[in-house]
């Protein structure tokens, strides 16, 4: 072959080799990463996941999300070796130039995708954003790298996720019920048996063991006039008999109940609501919205909040089944008033302490250490529901709106709100200690 050929071919293929090492992401937009939380959110409401396995789908998929991004920036330090068990993942093929944005939000969905259920439910959006990648002109090798990173640190994850003993726990023993004094018994109108009796078995994220936190031991059961008990009980009952239209707005906004069942004769309906873990996402896509807050900073914001929420539901599950307490409304109805019932549904779970009280105590701490103690905005969560919206001053108030709302609601003790509370509260500011003050 003439030499002018080789020449001809060797330009054009240079002429074809293309430079991305200036290439700037085009998925930098944080509201999109807003919306991809939203969509998991969504189907984890339409598919009726009890709140402590949300919060299980929030976090692994939000972990993946940072885990992605940690790689690509130096100032955000890996999770690897600061959180349970979760080893060093692979880092990008040199020379491959990948958007690290575009790779946070398809490891998102394909971790999202599989710890929910039906099979395939996000990969639609997975695909959509995709296509968004083309119709921005992204490169397609570019496009190429950037997913197949995303899926070496999904898989990475879901291996990771396997060790946590929810498979082992599916087959567990379900909770024994006996009538003793004091204890637990299922409540109307579906008479559950105790969910998730095993979740402490659980392994946690942050948490040294599921007692880490105790919140101490509840009163003694002791339905005497004067004692802490009967006062408390009766608080509870006359909360409920004189509710202002104040306190049935908050109770309603932070029912969070996922699967409300109404019962009526012999037809029985649920209706659906974002579980207390799913409320907590949206606020934090709200507030991260509000602050102003760049890509990155909110897939942390969201990435370490999920883990609160999750180790909070270990804690917390931890010192219901080892109380075993009675929820009021089962006393009200043997003791005093068989006629009485709760503003809300009481949850199928032991009273002490308030689950709601303690995650949302423990999101409270690490959504301040992002955007501090005075960001106030409009929670619009429960809107879609037909419930207006809340004005909220604070991380902390809202937590704090959040316990309150079950004594409202005649579903727990005040002593189960405080007590919840202050566990949360420190099992947050621990997780802030942690990971997020000493980045270093």
């Given at each position: 072959m003439p030499s002018k050929y080789w020449v001809f071919i060797v330009v054009l293929a240079l002429s074809c080799k293309q430079d991305y090492t200036g290439y700037t992401t085009q998925f930098g937009d944080p509201l999109l990463y807003n ?190 006039p004067g004692t802490v008990y009967y006062k408390s009980l009766m608080e509870v009952k006359n909360t409920v008999d004189q509710l202002t239209d104040e306190q049935r707005h908050i109770a309603d906004f932070w029912d969070d109940n996922p ?182």
């Open positions: 919306k991809t939380v939203k969509t998991l959110n969504n189907i984890v409401l339409e598919n009726n996941f009890p709140p402590m396995i949300a919060a299980r789908n929030y976090a692994y998929a939000n972990i993946a999300a940072y885990e992605c991004l940690s790689a690509g920036d130096s100032a955000l330090p890996s999770l690897a070796g600061r959180i349970r068990d979760l080893p060093k993942l692979a880092v990008p093929t040199e020379g491959k130039v990948i958007d690290f944005h575009l790779a946070a939000l398809l490891a998102f969905v394909k971790v999202g995708n599989a710890v929910t259920f039906p099979e395939g439910s996000l990969m639609a959006y997975h695909a959509g954003l995709l296509r968004m990648a083309d119709s921005l002109d992204v490169p397609s090798a570019v496009v190429k790298s950037s997913l197949v990173f995303s899926d070496s640190v999904a898989a990475a994850i879901l291996r990771w996720s396997k060790g946590d003993r929810y498979a082992a726990t599916r087959g567990a023993s379900r909770y024994s019920i006996n009538d003793s004094v004091g204890r637990w018994v299922p409540t109307p109108p579906t008479y559950e048996s105790g969910l998730e009796p095993h979740w402490r078995e659980i392994r946690p994220f942050v948490l040294d063991s599921a007692a880490q936190f105790s919140p101490g031991q509840p009163p003694v059961f002791d339905m005497r699967f409300k069942m109404h019962v009526s004769g012999h037809v029985m309906f649920a209706t659906k609501k974002f579980s207390p873990a799913g409320h907590w996402m949206n606020i934090v896509g709200i507030a991260a919205h509000k602050a102003n807050a760049d890509f990155t900073t909110t897939v942390a914001a969201y990435a370490h909040t999920a883990i609160a929420l999750f180790d909070g539901f270990i804690s917390c599950w931890d010192e219901k089944y080892r109380s075993n307490y009675v929820r009021p409304e089962t006393v009200i109805n043997e003791m005093i008033s068989g006629e009485w019932h709760p503003y809300i549904q009481t949850p199928p779970f032991p009273s002490y302490t308030s689950g709601h009280s303690t995650i949302s105590a423990a999101a409270a701490e690490v959504m301040t250490s992002f955007f501090g103690d005075q960001l106030s905005f409009t929670d619009t969560s429960l809107l879609e529901f037909g419930i207006a919206n809340r004005e909220i001053k604070s991380f902390r108030q809202a937590a704090q709106e959040a316990s309150i709302s079950r004594l409202y609601g005649g579903i727990h003790y005040r002593f189960d709100l405080d007590s919840g509370n202050a566990a949360g509260s420190r099992l947050g500011r621990y997780i802030v200690d942690k990971l997020i003050s000493k980045k270093e």
